[in-house]
């Protein structure tokens, strides 16, 4: 079992970057897959992106390609998402997940057993 905590959320203008983190306790981190997930008032939570296990692979939305990147420190049971060129459209709360194993099918939420509490995140234009 592993528990989530995101931070690192905030407020910037149209344009700036922010860094989230989602540090993970318990014991075997680097088993997990890790994904970013966002949620905005009034829709569904989409899938941000997400890494392997073992970092060799990842996945991203198309919204946010060439401008968010998901990185992971196992030896820290941390992962990233670094996010450059923030639009207003990217207003949500992001909330990281985790499954043990996992090496498809990342993109859907549902596959995901472990979350955290959320973070916001808000752009102004």
């Known amino acids: 079992q592993v528990q989530l905590v995101e931070s690192g959320g905030g407020v910037v203008q149209a344009g700036g970057s922010l860094r989230l983190s989602c540090a993970a306790s318990?014991?075997?981190?680097?088993?997990?897959?890790m994904g970013w997930f966002r949620q905005a008032p009034g829709k569904e939570r989409e899938f941000v992106e997400a890494i392997s296990w073992n970092g060799g692979t990842t996945y991203y939305a198309d919204s946010v390609k060439g401008r968010f990147t998901i990185s992971r420190d196992n030896a820290k049971n941390t992962v990233y998402l670094q996010m450059n060129s923030l639009k207003p459209e990217d207003t949500a709360v992001y909330y990281c997940?985790?499954?043990?194993?996992?090496?498809?099918?990342?993109?859907?939420?549902?596959?995901?057993?472990?979350w955290g509490q959320g973070t916001q995140v808000t752009v102004s234009s």
């Open positions: 997940a985790a499954d043990q194993y996992r090496t498809s099918y990342l993109q859907t939420k549902s596959n995901y057993h472990y």
């Open positions: 318990g014991r075997a981190f680097s088993t997990y897959a």
